[in-house]
């Protein structure tokens, strides 16, 4: 399998990579972030999985075009990716906005999912001033431009204690989100705002469902992924410890034991 590779997929090129043979291990990352989020975990898994990293719609290297975004068309997208691959069934790992992304993948084709692992994620809608702090957030990425979303997400996405000491962590982070259009920032934004409540829908989770969560994360913090726990039917949660919502930059190590375990019994 190879590294970077373009494929177009409803009408747009998406970038990915593609690495490793076995079980296929899809990665979903966090909004305005790209596929690089996952390197480590990439060179870690794919000795053992094939292990696919998609640029969402709107990211990295993939198209951004200016038009309406949704989380489901997004899923729309990833489904397409794993036809284009042939790939019927994969784990999917969905951080955050992946994570939502990954709930309307299974709401709409839950044949393609052999297992999910939710991380630093929830199931609930914004309430009313999320959704207008969403729309004031697309306005200024609109007249600010990438640096001032920077600024706004790092410390909603990692410890005070990462930021304080870790600069190259703080510098991977600030590169994915400058690295990103308006266009795809502005369109994220509304489609999270959009999303619906998956509370209820939790409860028909058939698929093995694993959920991780900094301990530290304030974005989604651990009583978000403790709802998801108790509603998935036999959903595993752990906590890592020293993490904020970045939990796979921040304790590489820690998440990729999870999935290697957690892919280990699904393989
Ligand atoms: C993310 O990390 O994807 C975002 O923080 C999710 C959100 O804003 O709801």
Do not use: C
Not at 43 to 52: G, K, T, W, Y
Not at 73 to 86: I, N
Not at 204 to 213: D, L, Y
Request: hydrophobic share 45%; proline share 6%.
């Amino acid at each position: 399998m190879e590294g970077l590779v373009h494929a177009t997929v409803n009408g747009i090129t998406l970038a990915y990579s593609d690495t490793g043979s076995g079980l296929p291990i899809v990665f979903l990352h966090a909004f305005p972030l790209n596929r690089t989020m996952w390197t480590q975990q990439e060179a870690a898994l794919s000795s053992q999985f094939r292990v696919i990293t998609i640029d969402l719609r709107g990211h990295g290297e993939s198209d951004a075009p200016l038009w309406h975004y949704s989380l489901d068309q997004a899923a729309d997208d990833v489904r397409a990716l794993l036809d284009h691959l042939s790939i019927a069934q994969a784990l999917f790992v969905g951080l955050s906005m992946g994570g939502y992304i990954l709930l309307a993948l299974y709401r709409k084709y839950p044949d393609r999912v052999r297992g999910m692992v939710l991380a630093d994620t929830k199931a609930q809608a914004d309430l009313p001033e999320g959704k207008a702090g969403r729309f004031q957030m697309a306005q200024i990425a609109y007249k600010q431009g990438s640096p001032a979303i920077t600024e706004i997400m790092i410390p909603k996405l990692l410890s005070p204690a990462t930021i304080q000491t870790r600069p190259e962590i703080v510098q991977r982070v600030r590169t994915m989100i400058e690295g990103n259009q308006i266009s795809g920032i502005a369109g994220d934004l509304m489609a999270m705002a959009e999303r619906p409540d998956s509370v209820p829908f939790l409860k028909q989770i058939t698929s093995p469902t694993q959920i991780i969560v900094g301990e530290l994360d304030q974005a989604t913090p651990p009583a978000d992924a403790r709802l998801m726990a108790e509603q998935i039917p036999n959903a595993k949660l752990a906590i890592i410890p020293n993490a904020a919502h970045l939990a796979n930059l921040e304790q590489p190590e820690a998440f990729t034991k999870i999935v290697a375990e957690f892919a280990g019994k699904l393989a």
